[in-house]
């Protein structure tokens, strides 16, 4: 990570104004210690730029033409939360904006019109906080190699049904007494992992938040053994407790996981944030769940769109229909035309199966292994885990490929690190 002082701060300067762009260059120039790196006349392009230039701060105005700088102030502060900041330039009047756009992320704001001093101090000021803050999220933690399969499960809609899908996916690998499976409860305010096994947490997640280092040890100490044979790392017990867990944490818990379990299935919380996505990187297979109504799919998209433009192979996001309503919901075919994507699973609704199963905290794959929607999680464990079913000899074969799909992860898992690290 840069520190303050040893490097000149990285700038990119965002206006569609070619004479506001060209003034802040000049005022910028009066004072050292300052590179500006990029100009970009729009949001679009800011964002483009911004992934390959990384700089330290962005200059965003607000109001341009194909992608204002509000909407690319979320992309940048999601995006680049370890390596960039924006500091939003307004005009007066635009106090509406402003808020939104501190919203969306923005460290930094300068109302129009201000003098050299002022724009230099607001750089200084949110650059050196910026690099305190990363120093805090960043606890010593080593790199690892990573051997098993990270399936994590999210939404962006609350109620769908990823816990109940977590809980019973977990539960339906840990039938092979071949396979180590452990769930990881990542709904880190209200998570109902526990619940739904039955399970009295004495450890969390958080007891390994407050350690110093994350190692495999103190990962190990804090997961509980369900009666499935399954490993459970719950949420902490209290919601105020969530926010010691940071996205490096996630990503060195499930990292290690991995190194010492089969499948690692992770719950996620609905939000977009820095655990979420940690748990969306790090995933070898993302299970998105969606529901048919128009505003779920819609969701969806945009959840797509985003996933997209992380990066992530299509071939990794796998798309779930949860309680379909034949009377409410849209078809299939109208959802993957409006996706522009196949629909790999439907989970049926069967509220009779399913209902007595999160009260009681068993999983319904024990439970009634033979109903619909046992059958269904039957067939996401098909999806990640192709040869589950008895060819010995094709199981052996997948377990020494799992090596191969593991060098990969692990490779991106150290050019995560090296950009966190190298900023
Ligand atoms: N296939 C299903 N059939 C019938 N009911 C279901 C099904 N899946 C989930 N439910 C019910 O829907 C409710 C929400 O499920 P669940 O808690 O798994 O959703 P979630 O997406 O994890 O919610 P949250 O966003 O609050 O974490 C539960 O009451 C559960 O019993
Ligand atoms: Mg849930």
Redesign the pocket.
């Known amino acids: 990570m840069k520190q303050v002082g040893k490097s000149p701060i990285k700038i990119l300067i965002v206006d569609d104004m070619a004479e506001t762009r060209e003034n802040l260059k000049k005022l910028l120039s009066f004072h050292g210690g300052f590179a500006v790196a990029g100009e970009a006349e729009n949001g679009k392009e800011a964002v483009a730029l911004a992934r390959r230039l990384k700089p330290d701060i962005v200059l965003m105005d607000i109001n341009m033409p194909v992608m204002g700088g509000i909407e690319a102030t979320r992309t940048i502060s999601v995006e680049m939360a370890m390596t960039t900041a924006v500091v939003i330039i307004s005009v007066q009047g635009e106090h509406e904006y402003l808020k939104e756009a501190m919203a969306a992320g923005a460290r930094g704001y300068l109302v129009k019109p201000f003098s050299a001093d002022e724009l230099v101090g607001t750089i200084r000021r949110t650059h050196e906080m910026e690099i305190q803050r990363r120093a805090r999220l960043m606890p010593n933690i080593p790199l690892q190699t990573k051997l098993g399969r990270i399936i994590s499960v999210f939404?962006a809609?609350?109620?769908?049904?990823?816990?109940?899908?977590a809980v019973n996916l977990a539960a339906e690998l840990g039938k092979d007494r071949d396979l180590k499976v452990t769930l990881v409860d990542l709904?880190l305010q209200?998570g109902?992992v526990a619940i739904m096994l039955d399970t009295t947490p004495v450890r969390t997640i958080a007891d390994i938040a407050r350690e110093e280092e994350v190692d495999s040890e103190t990962v190990e100490a804090c997961l509980a053994t369900h009666s499935t044979g399954i490993r459970v790392l719950t949420s902490p017990l209290r919601p105020e407790q969530a926010e010691i867990v940071t996205g490096r944490h996630v990503e060195a818990i499930l990292g290690l996981l991995a190194e010492s379990y089969d499948f690692v299935i992770v719950?996620l919380?609905?939000r977009l944030d820095d655990i979420s996505l940690a748990g969306l990187d790090i995933a070898d297979t993302i299970f998105l769940?969606a529901s048919t109504e128009l505003s779920a799919i819609r969701d969806a998209k945009i959840c797509l769109e985003i996933m997209e433009s992380l990066g992530y192979e299509s071939s990794k996001i796998k798309l779930a229909l949860?309680?379909p309503s034949k009377e409410h919901g849209l078809d299939t075919n109208e959802i993957e035309k409006s996706l522009n994507r196949k629909v790999d699973i439907r989970?049926?609704?069967?509220?009779r199966v399913?209902?007595p199963s999160?009260n009681k905290g068993t999983p319904f794959v024990i439970s009634n292994p033979t109903a619909k929607?046992s059958l269904a999680i039957k067939d996401l464990v098909k999806i990640v885990n192709p040869h589950s079913e008895g060819d010995v000899r094709a199981k052996k074969a997948s377990k020494s490929g799992k090596s191969s799909s593991g060098k990969k992860t692990a490779g991106m898992f150290a050019w995560l690190f090296s950009m966190f690290v190298n900023g």
């Open positions: 939404s809609k609350g109620g769908v049904g990823k816990t109940v899908i709904d209200f109902d719950d919380p609905q769940i949860s309680k989970i049926p609704n069967e509220e399913v209902h999160v929607v």
